[in-house]
């Protein structure tokens, strides 16, 4: 499977613990996404990498959360002190900028549900 | 904020066409329709974009008002597996654009 991967898929913890998240992208894209979801709502935009560079934050991404891609390929989503309003899905996505056309589409991966007790 | 307004919910009978529409009345002239979908406990995949003609491809067909303020994702031959919540987003199609979903419409398809 050459899609995204994200490690682990299910996170429990508790409230004050650190947690880091994985991600691989599609090897050959340069562009990373973080993204977070709520139950019954969409997801919401944490950050983006091009290549090592993290070019954008939400406001979302408080203190508490850090998100690194050191060498531009995989990426780790790291949450300090974690709270119970953490617990979601963190999604991750992947796209190319080098892709002829005028296409952009971000492939999602399957997420890593996190719950803090 | 999302840009577009879609129903909370649908239902489809199984094997009839599934018409999602979404509202995109303040969409900029550089700005695509992308429809994405997400199956329960999965990441959102990739359904279709378009810009203002109407595009097909295997999963679905895309019709874009003339007047681009509004967009019908088309589900032809519905099945059980299209249950899921279908996202209607507007966005620039070059550059490293976030995605800005809204809550989606949740498309229930019934045997």
């Known amino acids: 499977d050459t899609g995204v991967s994200q490690d682990p898929r299910h996170k429990i913890t508790k409230r004050g613990q650190n947690v880091t998240f994985r991600c691989d992208p599609i090897?050959?894209?340069?562009?990373l996404y973080w993204y977070r979801q709520t139950l019954g709502q969409g997801p919401e935009f944490l950050t983006y990498f091009q290549n090592e560079a993290q070019l954008e934050k939400s406001r979302l991404l408080s203190d508490r959360f850090s998100a690194e891609r050191p060498k531009g390929s995989f990426s780790t989503l790291e949450i300090q002190r974690t709270e119970q309003g953490d617990s979601a899905m963190y999604l991750c996505?992947?796209?190319?900028?080098?892709?002829?056309?005028?296409?952009?589409?971000?492939?999602f991966g399957p997420g890593t549900r996190l719950t803090v007790l | 904020d999302a840009k577009t307004t879609q129903p909370p919910s649908m239902d489809c009978a199984e094997g009839r066409a599934a018409n999602l529409p979404c509202n995109h009345s303040t969409i900029s002239g550089n700005e695509y329709v992308y429809w994405y979908r997400q199956i329960h406990s999965q990441g959102p995949q990739y359904i279709i974009h378009?810009?203002?003609n109407n595009e097909t491809n295997e999963m679905a067909s895309l019709i874009i008002t003339e007047d681009r303020k509004s967009s019908t994702l088309i589900l032809p031959h519905a099945t059980l597996r299209d249950t899921a919540v279908y996202y209607c987003?507007?966005?620039?199609?070059?550059?490293?654009?976030?995605?800005?979903f809204g809550a989606g419409t949740r498309l229930f398809v019934k045997a």
């Open positions: 996505a992947s796209s190319s900028n080098r892709k002829r056309g005028d296409y952009n589409e971000q492939f």
């Open positions: 090897s050959e894209h340069n562009r």
């Open positions: 987003i507007v966005r620039p199609n070059t550059g490293g654009f976030k995605t800005i």
């Open positions: 378009g810009l203002k």
